[in-house]
């Protein structure tokens, strides 16, 4: 079974820092696109950052200079290096990824979820 786990969610401070990190599992071909996508209380669902294959990026404005994603392809996996956090970025963060498997399907998978919590 292909899936997506997540993990390095938690609570910290206003200031302080987060690595999120998200690998892809089971019998796949190859990775597309990857990115985070945050969902916080009352809120739409916000794409955070995205990575292609070949490692451009593209960030929401309200993380742009704070937030870094990067991809290690050996490992099928997916970081997000949150820096200087503030309480709006409070949120369940969720990993997303277009695989190719071995047997020639294309699809998107999501993560199951990690909840960040920035408060003093």
């Known amino acids: 079974q292909v899936q997506l786990v997540e993990s390095g969610g938690g609570l910290v401070q206003p200031g302080g820092s987060l690595r999120l990190s998200c690998v892809v599992s089971?019998?796949?071909?190859?990775?597309?696109?990857m990115g985070w996508y945050r969902h916080a209380p009352g809120k739409e669902r916000e794409k955070v950052a995205g990575?292609?294959?070949?490692?451009?990026?593209d960030y929401a404005d309200s993380v742009k200079g704070r937030f870094t994603i990067s991809r290690n392809n050996a490992k099928n996996t997916v970081y997000l290096q949150m820096n200087n956090l503030k309480p709006e970025d409070t949120a369940v963060y969720y990993c997303?990824?277009?695989?190719?498997?071995?047997?020639?399907?294309?699809?998107?998978?999501w993560g199951q979820g990690t909840l960040v919590t920035v408060s003093s």
């Open positions: 990575i292609t294959s070949g490692s451009s990026t």
């Open positions: 997303n990824a277009w695989v190719f498997t071995a047997d020639y399907r294309y699809f998107e998978l």
């Open positions: 089971g019998s796949i071909f190859s990775v597309n696109a």
